[in-house]
């Protein structure tokens, strides 16, 4: 088995060191193998993890012994779709159609795709047993379902031939009607669609369908696992196994924070995009200034995976409430002072959040909450001119996004509604303007200049990425 607390790990091509069995274990309890543990991360953008939630184990689409006939994918919508052939056992003796029945000689599955919420992997042990090969998932999970879809299909056909009837039957009508004479068609005016009646048309299920069904099917191959293997296959097999095996990254000690050890090892895995981006976007905040508060203080050493293990619990702090700022004091209030010290809090926050007039703010790249770029692009633009001015003005912000608009379709989805959703995330409304729901604090800045100066200097770098932007709101 494992040790519970493995000394080191390769990171991009990645094993363990030896370990070294601890002479406390208890001995009805020995470790009786060590085993050399790789991270593998070549296939973690594009390995799925399919899963048949409502199918027991020894069902045909769940069993490793039954092969997909077919299979297809519409990667834009995260859809994958799976041909099933149908037991003989379960026709019923029924093995050729008979005429005015339905039937199906296969079955298809459908996806649901699940983002992970946490730390998910496939390995692959080997034969000896010595060796264990690990690719971290960082795709959605595909739960499979079956389709109704040929139900829906035979509905559509029956439709189909009603309309036919009554274009026949219209047209017959039509033309007793011309020979007497006809009868004029009334003009129809049709209102502008408002935004909100938009906004709900792009909601609905009929625009959800029609997007998907806008984009084309791509054929997968299948390679079954029973059989010779095929050359694809193969090559597929041996990505799994770890190219490099003598990059080794040596794991975090006792956490500074925490009075127990466990876990550290788990926490250092932070490989999840969600995570592992709080520390993402630190080239627009000057590498320099991060550190000159540290460095002025008795030659104190920062420990950077102390940091980046605060910090992924300040992320997961700052996204509640949709990512609403958060004053110091109340961040202060969550960590015990002897484990976790200002500058450490601070430089944490640093890499995860960014100032706005004395208060924390979550990065908008972090932001859960909103799905699309362009959308935290206006998160950060709202947080920009709040720190600049202490005030929005949300007509200003949708006549800008409108401007943008009509140059960049990319910002179509940026209206009056979107816009309203984020802004009432960190700001209300009052006497005509949106001002922060946070009373500002010139406390912080009195008593960290430099990093508040560092937060300073990060704003007129994001002012001049937002350039254009501004330009629009202010004009």
């Known amino acids: 088995m494992l040790s519970p607390h493995p000394e080191s790990v390769i990171s991009s091509s990645a094993t363990f060191s030896p370990i070294i069995p601890d002479q406390d274990n208890d001995d009805e309890d020995p470790i009786i193998r060590s085993i050399d543990v790789f991270i593998s991360p070549e296939l ?79 390995a692959k042990l ?72 938009a906004t709900a048309r792009r909601n609905s299920y009929a625009h959800k369908r029609a997007s998907e069904e806008s984009e084309e099917w791509i054929e997968l191959d299948v390679h079954g696992s029973e059989g010779k293997w095929s050359s694809v296959r193969k090559d597929m097999m041996r990505k799994v196994e770890c190219a490099n095996r003598d990059v080794t990254i040596q794991l975090a000690a006792k956490s500074k924070f925490t009075d127990r050890d466990e876990g550290h090892y788990v926490r250092s895995l932070n490989y999840m995009e969600s995570i ?113 001015h202490g005030s929005i003005q949300r007509e200003r912000l949708v006549q800008a996004f409108e401007t943008k608009a009509s140059t960049n379709d990319d910002y179509a989805v940026i209206n009056a509604d979107v816009i309203t959703f984020v802004l009432e995330t960190m700001a209300k409304l009052s006497n005509g303007c949106w001002v922060p729901k946070v009373e500002d604090d010139v406390v912080f800045a009195a008593r960290f200049p430099k990093f508040a100066t560092c937060h300073g200097v990060y704003w007129v770098k994001k002012k001049e990425m937002l350039k254009e932007l501004v330009e629009l709101y202010e004009q």
């Open 44 to 122: 973690s953008r594009t390995l799925h993890l399919l899963q048949f939630p409502i199918q027991p184990v020894n069902t045909p689409s769940s069993n490793n012994k039954y092969t997909p006939i077919e299979a297809k994918v519409r990667p834009k919508h995260n859809m994958l779709e799976l041909e099933y052939p149908i037991p003989n056992a379960a026709l019923g003796g029924q093995s050729n159609p008979q005429a005015g029945h339905k039937h199906l000689t296969q079955r298809t599955f459908t996806s649901n795709a699940i983002a992970p919420v946490t730390h998910m992997a496939l």
């Open 126 to 197: 080997d034969k000896a047993g010595e060796r264990l090969d690990i690719i971290p998932l960082q795709k959605s999970v595909m739960q499979m379902r079956p389709s109704f879809d040929h139900l829906h299909n035979h509905d559509e056909e029956d439709d189909a031939q009603q309309n036919t009837n009554l274009d026949k039957s219209g047209d017959t009508t039509t033309t007793s009607s011309s020979s007497s004479g006809g009868k004029q068609k009334p003009i129809l005016f049709q209102k502008k669609e408002s935004d909100r009646s």
């Open 276 to 388: 592992s981006a709080a520390f993402a976007d630190t080239s627009v905040m000057e590498e320099s200034s991060l550190t000159t508060f540290s460095n002025t203080n008795a030659g104190e050493d920062v420990d950077e995976t102390a940091v980046a293990e605060l910090a992924s619990k300040l992320v997961i702090l700052l996204q509640e409430g949709l990512g609403k700022m958060i004053p110091f004091s109340v961040l202060r209030s969550n960590f015990h002072l002897e484990k976790v010290s200002d500058e450490l809090l601070i430089m944490a926050l640093s890499s995860c959040a960014v100032l706005v007039r004395g208060n924390f703010a979550l990065k908008s790249s972090l932001a859960q909450f909103l799905k699309k770029d362009v959308m935290k692009e206006l998160r950060d633009l709202m947080l920009l001119l709040l720190n600049m």
